[in-house]
């Protein structure tokens, strides 16, 4: 194999066996930091070694091998430096290593332990990246245009608060497993999100990387928990969203509105795998929780051929429905857009206007507003709400596109 | 491990008699069971924090001042240290504390 074969393989076995060995070693050593630093070890030696000698039959056990023997190097070393700590610590060597069965809970344990609650969002949502999805600290301070110092040390912190805090390596109890999966789900749509509406000027307005990684782990998070809804549901929004994405952002860098995007750009097996999950969900007959609701609005946008095929009273059921779940502002200034469809944007705009109070500064609000008083012929305040959007808008292609709804005006 | 669990106050916090004996009442509750399980290590009340005095020795001689050592609204009320094999366990523990108490609770690794 030649050399950058190697190099490309050795990327595909990081992506897929780095959770595992993290895991692993976490499991073994009870200590985050030395599972990481071991297994980073233990990548470099396959990027040293396997050109020379070949890929191995099993990748993931090799480097599972290799990181448990730079751990037990590293705790011999440390070890020698301090005598005091060398009975306590040598007990953890003579154990025979772990059988590689449990494997798929540790990882689920790991995602458990990154997404604790007593750690704060980001801090969360830092660490699984690093951890389960196994992205370096640059990588992970660049997508969220932070100091890879500051990244770093968010880290490093998260880590020492685990382990000082006893912070368990555990799934969670029956009863706390709803609440705690709900919180891993946070996580990982707070990265597709980061993702999806990239903020900051000069930036890409869609992540890729961000985006597929989300996939990438909520599939995982799928595979470990089968049964759970709101895993599916989320998974299908994501899929749905994704989906649209080649047609969301025009040429010139434009964000396209969804009545205008081109419907053969979107990507038919990410829909199909979409709606195929919310489809399970509907026949489980299980009352749905946010994301499978917000899975099933995506699951009726994606099913028309066209804007004016869409079944509007449908999206408006789901959200009278989500609405119940999660009565915020948000949601109700996106029911308001269905509203419109089906009442007119004389209503949609009263059901708008009332959200004033707690919306003035988001810029979807304005961009909403601005929409509606275009269709009913009030340019003036409608340029004015334009501008006000414009002004709060951080994504590039979306301030592109609200600028040329604006100059359109008559 | 065991963990020190702060009950924290704050000035605003005027309660007439019956509702601090009906506190009182819940948190006799909840250390009856912290005692139980096996969680309890030790608790007690803090006087309010205008009656502290702080005492400096480190430099030639010691220099007293009248008061808490930090003015804040937010002050530590009491404190219970707990025995939990976890994080988890102790949060738990803390959540009930602090709706037996009626306040806001702190939890930290106690060595």
């Known amino acids: ?123 969360r949502v830092a660490l699984t990246l690093r951890m ?29 608060k685990i382990k ?87 040429a010139s860098g434009e964000l396209v509105a969804l009545g205008e995007q081109d419907r053969g750009a979107w990507d038919g097996t990410l829909i199909a795998e979409g709606h195929r999950l919310v489809r399970e969900r509907l026949a489980t007959g299980v009352a749905p929780g946010r994301y499978q609701i917000l899975a ?69 609000y304005h961009a909403t507003r601005a929409d509606l008083l275009r269709r009913l012929g009030r340019s003036e305040q409608s340029r004015a709400a334009y501008d006000r959007a414009i002004e709060l808008a951080g994504n590039t292609a979306e301030t592109a596109y609200l600028t040329r709804r604006r100059d359109q005006l008559a | 491990m065991q963990y020190l669990v702060s009950v924290i106050d704050n000035t605003h916090n005027l309660i007439t008699a019956e509702e601090e004996a009906a506190e009182q009442a819940a948190i006799d509750v909840f250390n009856e069971r912290l005692q139980a399980e096996g969680h309890w290590v030790f608790a007690g009340g803090l006087g309010v924090p205008d009656n502290a005095t702080v005492i400096d020795n480190r430099g030639e001689e010691a220099v007293v001042t009248d008061g808490p050592f930090l003015e804040s609204k937010e002050y530590l009320a009491g404190f219970w240290i707990i025995d939990a094999p976890d994080l988890d366990v102790a949060l738990k523990l803390a959540a009930e504390g602090s709706k037996a108490c009626n306040r806001k609770i702190e939890v930290r690794p106690f060595h």
């Open chain 1, 1 to 123: 194999m030649s050399t950058p074969d190697v190099r490309e393989a050795i990327t595909h076995v990081h992506r897929a066996e780095w959770a595992w060995v993290i895991a692993a070693l976490t499991r073994r050593f009870r200590d985050l930091d030395l599972a990481e630093e071991a297994a980073a070890e233990a990548f470099a030696t396959a990027v040293e070694r396997w050109p020379a000698e070949g890929i191995p039959a099993n990748p993931g056990a090799w480097l599972t091998t290799t990181a448990t023997r730079k751990a037990l190097d590293r705790i011999r070393r440390e070890n020698k430096r301090d005598q005091k700590q060398r009975e306590a610590r040598m007990l953890h060597d003579n154990g025979p290593p772990e059988p590689l069965g449990a494997i798929d809970d540790d990882r689920l344990r790991l995602i458990f332990t990154c997404c604790h609650p007593a750690l704060e969002m980001r801090t």
């Open chain 1, 164 to 250: 000082a805090a006893r912070i368990p390596y555990r799934v969670p109890s029956a009863e706390d497993l709803p609440a705690r999966v709900s919180g891993v789900l946070a996580v990982l749509f707070l990265v597709f999100n980061e993702g999806y509406l990239v903020s900051g000027p000069g930036t890409d307005p869609i992540r890729r990387d961000l985006t597929a990684e989300a996939i990438r782990l909520t599939r995982l998070v799928r595979v470990l928990l089968p049964q759970s809804g709101e895993v599916a549901g989320l998974l299908a929004l994501m899929l749905l969203t994704e989906a649209r994405s080649a047609a969301r952002v025009s």
């Open chain 1, 132 to 160: 389960v999805g196994g992205l370096t600290v640059p990588e992970i301070a660049r997508a969220f245009l932070v100091e890879e110092g500051a990244m770093g040390q968010r880290i490093t912190r998260a880590k020492a």
């Open chain 1, 296 to 364: 099933a609005i995506n699951a009726v946008h994606t099913s028309a051929r066209d804007i004016r095929d869409t079944d509007w009273s449908q999206v408006l059921a789901l959200y009278d429905q989500l609405v119940r779940l999660d009565p915020s502002p948000i949601v109700a200034l996106n029911r308001a857009v269905a509203v419109a469809e089906l009442d007119g944007p004389q209503a949609a705009l009263a059901a708008v206007d009332r959200l004033e109070d707690s919306l003035a500064g988001y810029h979807a």
